[in-house]
């Protein structure tokens, strides 16, 4: 409690500097009695109180709610907290219609919920739909999943594995509009993270992404065939080239060479700037457990 004190004090000198211009005559009266002790947001004006309160993260703010509850507890503070870890959520559309639901209980419900899908993603995505937080259509689950920052990778692969309609749905969200080939596949091998080997769940995900490369970029002239060959050729490149087990690692000549025989409508400058995105930049999915 000592460190969010002395925190609340350093956040509240900032702000009255920031606002000294816009606070009322009474509210500066109150700031300038203030300055040479601890502050009591309650004595001053209900809106200042409220801002130095929302530089604070979720932890200092449960804990400053213990001495100034009305203020910590404030509904807007909390949908702040809320929108900014978990993007999209079904009951936000309609929370003002449930009954005893406050913006910071949900706070907490979505805060259990994904510390429990990082470790079991199927129990929180359930407990969700249960509490009617989260609607059971693909799309809702698809934006949860793509729009919160807490979740793991390899545990959004674990889940979308046996949600195939979710998967599709959340490729269709990702944006890889005028993005390099190499780069626009670690992002999206960042969302969900790479299987460790190659089998039909890779293939699926790398069918999905060359779809949605090719609607994102339509002048670009490459099939969705080709896309999916050069994913291929770009994964075992970045083996190839970061494997400390690799001692022969493959020459840019060679890998042009091999990818314009493997996908005719690539010329060799393209490979070639392909092979140097992965030559200077590293694996196109990198190992990322959060």
């Not at 002239?221 to 490149?237: A, H, N, P, R």
């Not at 060479?257 to 999915?285: F, M, P, S």
Request: glycine share 4%; proline share 4%.
């Amino acid at each position: 409690m000592g460190q969010v004190v002395q925190r609340l004090c350093m956040i509240e000198q900032q702000v009255r500097q920031q606002q000294h211009g816009r606070v009322c005559s009474q509210g500066r009266m109150a700031c300038e009695h203030l300055a040479t002790r601890f502050p009591d947001l309650s004595e001053l004006p209900p809106e200042l109180g409220v801002t130095v309160l929302s530089y604070l993260n979720p932890t200092d703010l449960c804990l400053a709610a213990c001495v100034w509850e009305h203020l910590a507890n404030n509904e807007l503070l909390w949908q702040s907290l809320c929108r900014s870890s978990w993007g999209s959520v079904s009951i936000y559309s309609h929370m003002n219609s449930v009954q005893d639901m406050t913006y910071k209980k949900l706070f907490l419900l979505l805060d259990e919920a994904s510390l429990t899908f990082n470790s079991d993603p199927f129990m929180a995505v359930n407990t969700l739909i249960e509490k009617h937080i989260l609607d059971q259509d693909p799309m809702e689950i698809a934006q949860f999943l793509h729009t919160t920052k807490r979740l793991w990778p390899c545990k959004k692969r674990e889940f979308l594995e046996r949600r195939q309609d979710v998967f599709q749905r959340l490729v269709h969200l990702q944006n890889f509009q005028n993005q390099f080939l190499p780069n626009a596949l670690r992002q999206f091998f960042r969302e969900i993270s790479a299987p460790k080997s190659r089998g039909q769940h890779l293939s699926n995900m790398i069918d999905g992404f060359s779809e949605r490369f090719c609607s994102c970029n339509p002048k670009l002239g490459l099939s969705k065939d080709t896309v999916f060959v050069l994913c291929y050729s770009l994964i075992m490149l970045s083996v190839d080239l970061t494997s400390p087990h690799v001692k022969n690692k493959m020459s840019k000549r060679e890998f042009i060479k091999n990818t314009c025989r493997a996908a005719q409508e690539v010329d060799d400058d393209y490979a070639g700037h392909l092979y140097d995105n992965i030559y200077l930049i590293g694996h196109v999915a990198a190992d990322s457990r959060s």
